[in-house]
C-alpha cells in the first residue's frame, strides 16, 4: 500500500501576512430564500414540499441560512444531469478538459476573498485558514488539469507480432460526500480528480455546512463547463443513502467518520461500486529528547489546533520523550494559552468557532471524561465567551492540554475532533512505537528529531498513510494521502488518484 513521508524544516515563526482590514461578523449575508441545491447549469428548488433545516453561523450560534433536503425525485434528477453532461465531456480531449478546468481555477483566485468569508461565515474557521483552504481547492484544480492531458493507456508486445493495448476510460458519474470541515476544499479535492479523468459528478457537502460547494458549482459552469457535469444535493442521511444506491452512479467517494464510512462501503457494495474512503485519525505525534524543542512545540500546536483540532489527521496522542517532557509541557502549556480566540473575521483571530453546537457539547464531555479517568488538565477544555455580545452564543472553548494521560484512556483512544491535546511520556524508541501503532486506525503519524537515520527508521515501522518529520498537516495536492487500517481505503490525491477511472485492454492477433 502507498504511503507518503513527509520531511519539512522548521516552520518559520511569523504568522501569515493577512490583509490589514479589520471586518465585522456579516450575519444574514446569506439571502435565506436563495436555493443551496444545484443541477443541470442552476440552483433548483423542490418540486415537492420539504421541511427545511436551518443552518447556523458558529460565531454567532444565529441562523445562517435553511437548507432543503434532496429527496428520490431530486437526486435523480441530478444524477440524470449528470450523466447527461458525462457524455461531451468524456469525449473532450485531456486539453480541452484542463482549459476549463483552469478557467475554474483562475476564477476561483479572482473570488478568494469572497470564498474565504463564506466558509468562515459557515464553519467558524479562522479568516487566515480560510484563505488557505481557498487557496488548496484552486491549487488542486490547476494540478489535475495539468494532468488531465497525460492519461494514456499503453501498447504490449506479445508473442508472433500480436499485441495489445490498454485505455483509461472515466466512469461516469461519481458522488462525492463531503465532510464539514473543510467544506470547499475538499468539493475541489473530491470534484477535480474526477473532471480531469472525464467524469461528471454529484456532490453532497455536510448539512451543517452546505453553503460554499454550491459556489463551486456557479464557478464550474461559469468557467465553460457542460451543464450538469458538477452537480450539488443538500440533506443528511436519507440523500447520501439515495446516491449511493442510485443504478447510474458508478463510483462513491466519501470523507468522514469511520462508522457512517463503513455504511457508505456496505451500501455501494450492493451495485459493486468502487468506494474512496478518508476516514477518522488518532494519530501519534512523537517528540525525542534530541528534538528542536521549539519546533516541537510548534508542530505539536499545529498538529491539534489548527482548525479548532477538526482534522482527521491531527496528532492527538503526543508522547514526549521522558527527559524533556517538563520543559515541553511548559512550553506548550504557555503557547497554547497565548492563542486568539474570537471572532473567526478579525484577522488577529487564530482560533474560531467548534462547528456547531452538539461538537461543542462532544468535545467538553471528553474533557470532562479524561478528568474522571484521572488526566490533569493544563489549561483550557472550558467553555469560552468573546467579549463582543454578538458571540456570546457562539460555540467557542478554550484550546486544552491533558497530562497524566495513559494509553487506556479515552482520550487517548478516541478521535474526539477538537483542540484537545493529550501528553505521554515515553522512555524507548521501541517502546513508544509499539504504543504508537496500537490502534485501530492509521491515517498519519510524526515524528521530531534531529537523527535524520532515526527519524526515517521509525516513520517506517509506523503504521499510518503520511508520516510527517519535524513538521505537521502538511498536505500538497502533489502528494498521495489516506489512511492504513480503519482510516480508510485508497489513495486521493497525487498522481496516483487513480480510481476515476477504468483501464480497458484491446488484444490483437
Not at 296 to 308: C, D, E, K, Y
Not at 485 to 501: D, F, H, I, L, Q
Request: contains cysteine; aromatic residues 8%.
Amino acid at each position: 500500500m502507498l504511503r507518503r513521508f513527509l520531511a519539512f524544516p522548521s516552520r518559520p515563526k511569523t504568522a501569515p501576512t493577512v490583509s490589514a482590514a479589520v471586518r465585522c461578523l456579516s450575519s444574514g449575508s446569506v439571502d435565506i430564500t436563495v436555493p443551496l441545491n444545484f443541477w443541470a447549469g442552476r440552483r433548483r428548488t423542490s418540486q415537492e414540499s420539504r421541511e427545511k433545516e436551518n443552518v447556523y453561523e458558529p460565531a454567532t450560534g444565529h441562523v445562517l441560512c435553511q437548507l432543503e433536503p434532496c429527496g428520490r425525485e431530486e437526486v435523480d434528477q441530478a444524477v440524470k444531469a449528470a450523466k447527461s453532461a458525462f457524455g461531451p465531456w468524456s469525449k473532450m480531449s485531456g486539453m480541452e478538459r484542463a482549459r476549463i478546468m483552469i478557467e475554474a481555477a483562475h476564477l476561483i483566485e479572482s473570488r478568494r476573498e469572497e470564498i474565504a468569508e463564506m466558509e468562515v461565515v459557515n464553519n467558524g474557521k479562522s479568516i487566515t485558514e480560510a484563505r488557505l483552504d481557498v487557496d488548496s481547492a484552486r491549487l488542486c484544480i490547476e494540478y489535475y488539469a495539468g494532468l488531465a492531458s497525460t492519461l494514456a493507456g499503453q501498447h504490449v508486445q506479445l508473442p508472433g507480432g500480436s499485441f495489445a493495448y490498454t485505455r483509461r476510460e472515466p466512469l461516469g458519474v461519481c458522488v462525492g460526500i463531503g465532510a464539514w470541515n473543510y467544506p470547499f476544499q475538499i468539493a475541489a479535492w473530491k470534484s477535480a480528480p474526477a473532471l480531469a479523468c472525464g467524469n461528471a459528478m454529484v456532490y453532497k457537502p455536510s448539512p451543517v455546512t452546505p453553503v460554499t460547494a454550491v459556489l463551486l458549482a456557479e464557478i464550474y459552469a461559469k468557467a465553460g463547463a457542460p451543464e450538469g457535469l458538477f452537480n450539488v444535493v443538500q440533506g443528511g442521511q436519507e440523500t447520501g443513502s439515495l446516491l449511493c444506491h442510485h443504478p447510474d452512479v458508478d463510483k462513491v467517494s466519501f470523507t468522514g467518520s469511520v462508522p457512517t464510512g463503513q455504511k457508505i462501503m456496505e451500501m455501494a457494495s450492493k451495485g459493486v461500486k468502487p468506494v474512496t474512503l478518508e476516514l477518522g485519525g488518532k494519530s501519534p505525534l512523537i517528540i525525542f529528547k534530541d528534538s528542536d524543542l521549539e519546533n516541537a512545540v510548534r508542530g505539536a500546536l499545529m498538529a491539534n489546533f489548527l482548525s479548532q483540532g477538526q482534522v482527521c489527521s491531527n496528532g492527538t496522542r503526543v508522547y514526549v520523550q521522558k527527559d524533556v517532557l517538563a520543559e515541553f509541557v511548559e512550553e506548550v502549556v504557555k503557547r497554547t494559552q497565548a492563542i486568539a480566540i474570537g471572532d473567526p473575521l478579525l484577522e488577529s483571530t487564530r482560533m474560531g468557532a467548534l462547528v456547531s453546537r452538539p461538537q461543542l457539547d462532544k468535545v467538553l464531555s471528553f474533557v470532562e471524561q479524561a478528568k474522571k479517568e484521572g488526566a490533569t488538565v493544563l489549561c483550557g477544555g472550558e467553555r469560552f465567551v468573546p467579549s463582543d455580545p454578538k458571540l456570546k452564543s457562539g460555540y467557542y472553548m478554550t484550546p486544552c492540554v491533558l497530562s497524566d494521560c495513559t494509553d487506556d484512556m479515552t482520550c487517548v483512544r478516541d478521535e474526539i475532533f477538537g483542540p484537545v491535546m493529550s501528553v505521554l511520556s515515553f522512555e524507548t524508541e521501541q517502546e513508544v512505537l509499539q504504543r504508537a501503532n496500537n490502534t485501530t486506525l492509521g491515517l498519519a503519524a510524526g515524528v521530531f528529531t534531529r537523527d535524520v537515520t532515526r527519524a526515517h527508521r521509525v516513520v517506517e515501522q509506523l503504521k499510518a498513510g503520511s508520516c510527517f518529520i519535524n513538521n505537521y498537516n502538511i498536505t500538497p495536492v502533489e502528494v498521495p494521502f489516506g489512511g492504513f487500517k480503519m482510516s480508510g481505503a485508497v489513495r486521493t490525491r497525487g498522481p496516483t488518484s487513480s480510481t476515476n477511472y477504468n483501464i480497458v485492454s484491446f488484444f490483437f492477433f
